[in-house]
């Protein structure tokens, strides 16, 4: 056997077209990657990018934004190249008829076309009503769990088993306290501890891609406005992320000849290749959902990248102001004690969709500040 480098070694890993998991969408798929765009001119690395095996992803967003259906979507594409999928329901059942479209109408890259029936036999479905239900399945694996051939496994609404297990409005004084019992909700940061390492040994032991696909809640920062950040937001669990993606949606996209856009989404990465970004340098890709899944929109040439966001808009009380040297009974016309800009109106954001455009979370925030997330509702869209 000859002897090959580290290096040549690390390059032909890095190279090898089966270490990740293509999302269609290659802005996005080279993010994932932590590469610049603007700085990648091989097609080799535009080919090899995307969810990466062997680590757990998360991704997080409002209800509606198209979290499920990019789950499908990756999910058929894995079908496609005759290798199995496992998905994981935690709230409702994924929707079959959404799921056969999108199977049907994504492009095939097996050398030899694979029927619907053929496609889903390799789709293993499990619906885990509770968390313990959930870590008996993915914690004490078997020989015939994962399948054979196993590429990728995605949870559905993880964050639902969390909320039912640990609830946000539950008052501690609603019943009395003994001494020496301990609080229910102290568990809760040992046991996603315990998760995120069993998610990490399996990816890692069996090279699977985990996708988790979680909600998120709306965070009131004062001065700053409101956000949006993920439901679970504990340091043991950010850390054992490979990657993490935020998606969100644009009510005001307009594309090259001015043309208004409707259903666009974006997907910004916040965390690639074990990576944390910093605020402001995560790379935006853009998508609209159609019958095959998602498909990537070209954004217009004023911003290549970045979406039109409103800002978190914080309006300061304005104060009436007095002249250091005004002098008294002045006979001056001018209006007395108000500053120019008290009559000027504020200007008016390019779109009103509340708190959904403010996609950065604050650094050190503790999850039990959180408040409650924004309803179940899941987003399958009937097109």
């Not at 029936?117 to 009503?129: A, I």
């Not at 009510?251 to 965390?271: C, H, L, M, P, S």
């Not at 978190?312 to 016309?333: G, N």
Request: aromatic content about 6%; some cysteine; charged content about 20%.
């Amino acid at each position: 056997m000859p002897t090959v480098s580290a290096a040549q070694a690390l390059q032909d890993l890095e190279s090898s077209p089966t270490r990740c998991i293509s999302t269609g969408l290659s802005l996005l798929d080279l993010a994932l990657q932590n590469k610049d765009p603007l700085q990648v001119s091989t097609s080799v690395d535009h080919n090899h990018g995307g969810i990466p095996r062997g680590k757990v992803t998360e991704i997080y967003g409002p209800p509606g934004v198209g979290k499920t259906t990019l789950g499908m979507h990756l999910a058929a594409r894995v079908l496609h190249q005759n290798e199995n999928v496992v998905w994981v329901d935690a709230s409702h059942p994924i929707s079959g008829p959404r799921f056969s479209q999108i199977l049907q109408e994504s492009p095939s890259t097996s050398p030899e076309p694979l029927n619907n029936d053929t496609l889903l036999s390799n789709f293993n479905h499990f619906t885990t009503p509770t968390l313990s239900h959930l870590l008996a399945l993915l914690t004490y694996t078997t020989q015939n769990f994962p399948p054979e051939n196993t590429s990728l496994i995605i949870i559905d609404s993880f964050s639902t088993l969390i909320d039912s297990a640990f609830p946000r409005n539950a008052v501690s004084t609603s019943t009395p306290k003994k001494p020496g019992v301990p609080n229910p909700s102290s568990r809760k940061f040992p046991l996603l501890q315990y998760l995120i390492n069993a998610l990490q040994k399996l990816a890692t032991t069996r090279n699977i891609a985990i996708i988790i696909l979680t909600q998120c809640v709306t965070k009131m920062r004062p001065g700053l406005g409101a956000a949006l950040i993920p439901s679970i937001s504990a340091t043991s669990w950010e850390q054992g992320l490979g990657c993490r993606v935020a998606l969100f949606r644009d009510w005001g996209w307009d594309d090259d000849e001015g043309n208004k856009v409707d259903g666009v989404r974006f997907a910004q990465v916040i965390k690639a290749n074990g990576t944390t970004l910093s605020e402001g340098k995560g790379i935006f890709s853009a998508f609209v959902i159609r019958k095959a899944g998602v498909s990537p929109i070209t954004p217009n040439r004023g911003s290549p990248l970045l979406p039109r966001l409103a800002p978190a808009i914080a309006l300061p009380t304005q104060k009436r102001k007095r002249s250091e040297f005004e002098i008294p009974d002045s006979e001056d016309d001018e209006d007395y004690g108000w500053a120019e800009e008290d009559e000027e109106l504020p200007p008016m954001p390019p779109q009103w969709q509340g708190s959904e455009d403010v996609l950065a979370p604050p650094q050190g925030d503790s999850e039990d500040e959180l408040p409650p997330p924004q309803g179940d509702s899941e987003d399958e869209l009937a097109l």
